[in-house]
């Protein structure tokens, strides 16, 4: 069984997300540990949390089903320390609001090094991994690929790997494939030729085991624009045919997939739909 689901809203409590993420259709879901547009970030109360897993646990989801997403604002990479350093006591926050949560994973963009070059934006984004990890031992940070504009890090699986090669931490590191950022740099998923070719790059530098989340989105540039905007399933260069092969890759069904795709929960259960009728319909066609 799949497990496929959206990053879901939380105004008005945690508590709403497991019967919404039921409602649309999904077994999985991806959430903000608070404002993502805001420095502040309160830790929830006893109540809340005690409620968010009561519901956790009557529509049947776990740990391995269930993502939170940083904010924003955090640029672990930032050359400017007073940046740095209000991203890492925020990002510090968001872990125990995931830890309180019985949340298992964070996803992070690794963050911009704003032109002042590669080696040290990855420098300081694994100095602050170190730091966090020596505090808070329950979340595991996953890595999310980027595209590459900006001065970002991370739109190579080989910048991820040196992320993680270089933390003194590497077992609480994992990543997060997204579609979009993915096709936008350079990796054409939609070719089953080039898609294993990216699996083996990342099982011999990374370990697949490590791949815990892919982040389902279309693109609304073609391959290799570096542009970042997300679409709905099929509507964007990606499309049909594209998410088709990806979908049904053995290796791709067995990771939980999350969509970040434009619109509502309406518009994320119609996306939801539409995956598995691509799932359904070439199981079908083999029979």
């Not at 704003?114 to 808070?136: C, D, P, S, Y």
């Not at 679409?231 to 990806?246: A, H, M, P, S």
Request: charged letters at 30%; glycine letters at 10%; aromatic letters at 8%.
């Amino acid at each position: 069984m799949i497990l496929i689901g959206a990053h879901m809203p939380i105004g008005g409590g945690f508590k709403r997300v497991p019967k919404e993420t039921y409602e649309i259709g999904g077994n999985a879901f991806q959430i903000f540990p608070h404002n993502a547009r805001q420095w502040k970030a309160n830790t929830p109360k006893a109540e809340d949390v005690l409620e968010f897993k009561r519901r956790v646990k009557k529509y049947t989801l776990n740990e391995e089903s269930m993502l939170c997403h940083s904010g924003y604002l955090i640029n672990i990479a930032s050359p400017r320390d007073e940046i740095w350093k209000k991203s890492l006591e925020l990002l510090k926050t968001e872990m125990k609001i995931c830890s309180e949560l019985g949340i298992k994973y964070l996803n992070i963009h690794p963050g911009s090094h704003l032109g002042t070059g590669e080696e040290g934006g990855i420098k300081r984004i694994v100095q602050a991994l170190n730091e966090i990890f020596e505090e808070e031992n329950n979340v595991i940070i996953l890595l999310e690929n980027v595209t590459k504009k900006g001065g970002n890090i991370g739109y190579t699986i080989e910048q991820l790997d040196k992320i993680i090669s270089l933390s003194k931490y590497p077992e609480r590191l994992g990543i997060t494939f997204d579609t979009c950022h993915g096709f936008d740099a350079g990796y054409d998923i939609t070719n089953l030729k080039e898609l294993d070719k990216l699996l083996k790059n990342i099982d011999s530098l990374i370990g697949l085991k490590k791949l815990k989340f892919i982040h389902l989105n279309d693109s609304k540039y073609g391959l290799g624009s570096n542009k970042d905007r997300h679409e709905n399933i099929g509507k964007g260069e990606i499309g049909i045919e594209g998410f088709t092969r990806f979908l049904n890759h053995p290796i791709i069904k067995k990771i939980p997939w999350i969509l970040e795709t434009p619109g509502s929960n309406h518009a994320h259960a119609e996306d939801i739909k539409l995956v598995k009728k691509l799932i359904n319909d070439l199981e079908d066609h083999k029979k």
